[in-house]
Every structure is written in structure tokens, then in C-alpha cells.
């Protein structure tokens, strides 16, 4: 059954605009500037300013049934990570509104500038030597960082890869991952990463996998999150990652994201699937 917010688009936009308004309220917020919205418009997000400064505030929507879980609460949970740039959860809201579960999130605003307005790189970013070391620094801490969290198990991958892939892909090691590693979410001058609703325990390598996929339009970057991350990536750990990510993403080019992707991903995974290293 179709809400009456999910008509078109441009209803749910303004829907959520609403949403956004009302959360502004709840906390004492007053909204500045354009909102942004996340995959299929899921959630909504902006800077917002109250007593204490400028802050993030954001709110996702979903329905009731899968308004829960680790997906649900992951950005108030990454409040643990205190030695990595991430926002902090301030405060939280939820409520019901015609179907759906809103939650609402007031987060500190990370300084610096997001690296690319969509998940998967278009041109070449400059970035420095501390970036670098620093994003390396991040995913190492989160690898080592223990967590009850789930972002992916054998299941769930092994049904993304059967069904993009065609084979089954028994996974050997697991470690703590941010989850949803692209451009999109990395900040430069100075470093942060944000969005961290999905992470926990995945297949090891999966974020340095993931950025590498994000990055093969522009050949420049892909080359240096390579050699970053080559000791990561050119492993057989390393090379059933970047099929896991691989499958993920091919689900998502064929519900229309990124298809100028699906060349080149395609062209990277047929080289993986080789007995070939998986550089090429």
C-alpha cells in the first residue's frame, strides 16, 4: 500500500521537509541553509543553529517494522569512537507520522568540506599526505575496535553475491567496518568521516574495497587508495571483499544509482574473479 507522503517524490520531499521543521522544533533549532537528502530520500539533513552554535540535524525515515536495530541507532553508537573524526549524537527524537517512524538526530557539524557530492568520484581530488595517513590511521583503529554490531554476515553477503555474481562467496575473516566507504562521506581540511549508520562486524577489507570501487572513474585517486591499501586489497581476504562490495553495488546500479559505474565495476570484478591478482 502506497502512503499518502509517498505519492511522488516531490510529496515525499516535501514531507520531509516537514519533518525536518518539526525536529528544528523539538530541539530549538533554527534551520540554515538547503537541506541535503540521503539515498532515495530516505533521510534529510542540514545545519541547524540554538543556544550552543551551529549543529547538524538530521532525520531518517522508515517503516515501523524496520525502525530498529543496528541500522537504526548506528550514529548515536559510533558516540563510542571517541578517537576517530566522526560527529557526535547530541540528543535523538523519534515519532510516529502516517505510517512511518521518524528519528531525529542533533549531531555536531565536523569542520572541513565534504570531498564529492555523490557516493562514487567524478574528477581527481587533491588530497594531502596527512589525509591519507589519516584516513589509514581510521580504518585501522575501527578494524581493531571490538563491537557487537552486525553490518554485513555470511548470509546477507552470500545472497547479495548469488544473486549479482552468480557464485556463492564464503568469507574467512571479519573485522569492524564503517560499512558505506565513498567519497560522499569523507571530509579533507581537516579529515572526517561521517554517516556511520551502518557500521559493525563485515568481511575484512570491505572499506578499503569500497573506496577503491568508488574511485575507478578517476584512475589518478584509484592508483593512490590502492597503494594505500595494497596490502589490504591484494590479498585473498582483500579480493573476496572487493567481489562483496562489488555485488552490493551492482544491486544498486541496477535500481538506476550511478550507472556510469557498471562498466567499470564490472571490467574490475571480472579481473578479481581471475586467478590473477587482483590489481590488473
Aim: glycine share 8%; net charge negative; proline share 5%.
Amino acid at each position: 500500500m502506497t502512503l499518502a507522503m509517498e505519492a511522488s517524490d516531490a510529496t515525499f520531499t516535501a514531507w520531509q521537509r516537514g519533518s525536518l521543521a518539526h525536529a528544528a522544533e523539538l530541539f530549538g533549532l533554527a534551520v540554515r541553509g538547503e537541506p541535503v537528502f540521503g539515498w532515495r530520500l530516505r533521510s534529510i539533513g542540514t545545519s541547524a543553529t540554538g543556544p550552543d552554535g551551529t549543529r547538524w540535524l538530521r532525520v531518517v525515515s522508515d517503516y515501523p517494522e524496520f525502525a530498529c536495530g543496528d541500522g537504526w541507532t548506528g550514529n548515536l553508537d559510533a558516540n563510542t569512537l571517541t578517537s576517530l573524526a566522526t560527529p557526535r549524537v547530541l540528543d535523538t527524537a523519534e515519532w510516529d507520522d502516517d505510517g512511518r517512524r521518524q528519528r531525529a538526530e542533533v549531531l555536531t557539524l565536523l569542520p572541513g568540506q565534504v570531498i564529492s557530492r555523490a557516493d562514487v568520484l567524478h574528477q581527481a581530488a587533491e588530497l594531502p599526505e596527512r589525509w591519507w595517513a589519516e584516513l589509514r590511521r581510521t580504518l585501522e583503529t575501527l578494524r581493531a575496535t571490538p563491537t557487537q554490531r552486525v553490518h554485513a554476515d555470511q548470509d546477507r553477503i552470500t545472497g547479495r553475491a548469488q544473486a549479482a555474481l552468480g557464485h556463492d562467496l564464503p568469507i574467512r575473516r571479519w573485522e569492524t567496518v564503517h560499512g558505506d566507504l565513498h567519497w560522499n562521506n569523507l571530509h579533507v581540511d581537516p579529515f572526517g568521516l561521517v554517516d556511520w549508520e551502518l557500521w559493525g562486524r563485515g568481511p575484512a577489507g570491505t572499506d578499503a574495497a569500497s573506496l577503491y570501487c568508488h574511485s575507478l572513474l578517476v584512475p589518478d585517486v584509484a592508483e593512490r587508495v590502492w597503494a594505500v591499501f595494497a596490502d589490504v586489497l591484494d590479498t585473498i581476504d582483500g579480493r573476496l571483499a572487493q567481489q562483496a562490495v562489488a555485488a552490493r553495488m551492482l544491486r544498486r546500479i541496477a535500481g538506476g544509482d550511478y550507472p556510469e559505474l557498471d562498466g567499470p565495476l564490472r571490467h574490475h570484478l571480472a579481473g578479481l574473479t581471475r586467478s590473477s591478482p587482483a590489481r590488473r
